[in-house]
């Protein structure tokens, strides 16, 4: 079974920063694109960054500048961070990571794989 976890999430004043850590576990053998979404309350969910086994990166026009997504990959595992840098109170949300097209060793394809999430609160 694939899993995600995530850490690092927490409170940090305006200005600060925060680094998010998610790792695939479950006998990975290949994931084609990792990322993170976040929901705000009341709102919909989006996506704040995502980054292909490649290395290509996409960001959400509100991060663009200020967060920094990379990616490690190692045998039966893969790990995406997500730097975070100058929040806002507008980044308030919980941060959710995703696996596209996860391959796991005995063959099997996850379409897709969701974290449980981790809370960021942006708050003087």
């Known amino acids: 079974q694939v899993q995600l976890v995530e850490s690092g999430g927490g409170l940090v004043q305006p200005g600060g920063s925060l680094r998010l850590s998610c790792a695939a576990s479950?006998?990975?053998?290949?994931?084609?694109?990792m990322g993170w979404y976040r929901q705000a309350p009341g709102k919909q969910r989006e996506l704040v960054a995502a980054?292909?086994?490649?290395?290509?990166?996409?960001?959400a026009d509100s991060v663009k500048g200020r967060f920094t997504i990379s990616r490690d990959n190692a045998k039966n595992t893969d790990t995406v961070h997500l730097q975070m840098n100058s929040l806002q109170p507008e980044d308030t949300a919980v941060y959710y990571c995703?696996?596209?097209?996860?391959?796991?060793?005995?063959?099997?394809?996850?379409?897709?794989?969701w974290g449980q999430g981790t809370l960021v609160t942006v708050s003087p």
């Open positions: 980054i292909t086994s490649g290395g290509s990166t996409n960001y």
């Open positions: 995703n696996a596209l097209e996860v391959s796991v060793v005995a063959g099997l394809v996850y379409p897709e794989v």
């Open positions: 479950g006998s990975i053998f290949s994931i084609n694109a």
